[in-house]
């Protein structure tokens, strides 16, 4: 699979030398289904390389400087609209990496700006984007009241001039999950990046990428995320810390399962895996040579278990009932 082809170009650059025509293709068709191109670019970085497959990385690693500077330009904007009320600005994700200039930042492609507010100051930080130009994406009531009840986050913003989008966050998951993390504690330990935005502690980073990987949704896109979370590793000084952290988040099996994965495919690749680990790399490998998802029914698979990891049984019945009757349909 191309994917696989792809994890081991980034556990192993120097092996590009060994890839044909029809093997680029596949690894940049798998590249940029994960939106992992200009991170690839960035681990080739001197390495020999065909002529086309550098001006592709090239333009890859052009197009997410500039995709950085507008998510740190929105972050500046969203801590400006904040700031008269004193509400800390926490950085998540991509921004985050790009604002502290961490190695999950290189050739991070960055969507939306991501923020970690308190939630007890949830209201007046949506008073204040909205006072500041942001407006609604989900114009739907029942969305509307599916986010503030049983949401992490308020639903998603847009800003009217600036078509840039801002998720609002006051936890890590879904109210309804089964892990609680502490996002008071996250908020207490974050470190100050001044102008008012701070990102996580280090072992938080890895919580909240695990959290989002393993815990919440279906892992479309995972490589990437999983990539992350290899980064964030990196810069942990005191694995202890960082179990003790996952425990007092309710995280301590994910973040396991995280580290069995990174060491599997970015690292020396010699751990027995299990059964259920050897489905999640089956699904973090999934993509074809085209890109595209090679394994549907594991996909579905993973699909129903976000749902089942967010809500209880009946309430997930009745969520769903709801959105097929709405017209949504999974992809």
């Not at 949830?122 to 909205?130: D, I, N, Y």
């Not at 130009?133 to 029942?142: A, I, L």
């Not at 009241?145 to 840039?164: C, K, S």
């Amino acid at each position: 699979m191309s994917a696989a082809l792809l994890a081991s170009l980034l556990r192993a650059p120097q092996g590009a030398g060994r890839l044909g025509a029809r093997d680029w293709n596949a690894v940049m068709a798998a590249a940029r289904a994960e939106r992992l191109l200009a991170t690839l670019a960035f681990r080739l970085e001197g390495v020999a390389l065909p002529d086309p497959v550098r001006a592709v990385l090239d333009d890859a690693r052009f197009d997410a400087e500039r995709e950085k500077r507008q998510a740190l330009w929105e972050a500046d904007r969203a801590a400006a609209a904040l700031a008269p009320l004193g509400i800390p600005v926490v950085l998540l994700k991509g921004a985050a990496y790009a604002a502290a200039g961490l190695k999950a930042g290189e050739g991070r492609m960055i969507g939306d700006l991501d923020i970690l507010v308190p939630r007890d100051r949830l209201e007046q930080a949506e008073r204040a984007l909205l006072a500041a130009g942001w407006e609604w994406v989900k114009p739907d009531p029942y969305d509307d009241a599916y986010y503030r009840q049983w949401m992490h986050e308020l639903p998603p913003l847009i800003h009217r001039e600036r078509d840039r989008m801002i998720d609002v966050h006051h936890t890590i998951l879904p109210l309804t999950a089964r892990p609680v993390p502490d996002a008071g504690a996250m908020i207490a330990d974050r470190v100050d990046l001044g102008g008012g935005l701070s990102i996580l502690s280090e072992e938080d980073r890895v919580c909240h990428a695990v959290a989002h990987l393993l815990a919440d949704g279906d892992m479309a896109g995972g490589l990437r995320n999983l990539w992350d979370i290899r980064c964030l590793l990196s810069d942990i000084e005191d694995i202890s810390r960082l179990e003790q952290r996952a425990a007092l988040h309710g995280l301590a099996q994910p973040v396991a399962r995280a580290r069995r994965l990174c060491e599997h495919l970015f690292g020396r690749g010699s751990l027995d895996l299990g059964m259920v680990d050897q489905m999640f790399v089956a699904r973090l490998l999934s993509a074809d040579g085209w890109g595209r998802n090679g394994r549907r029914l594991l996909g579905q698979g993973f699909y129903v278990r976000s749902h089942l990891l967010r809500m209880p049984p009946l309430m997930l019945a009745r969520h769903l009932w709801t959105k097929w009757r709405k017209g949504h349909r999974p992809a």
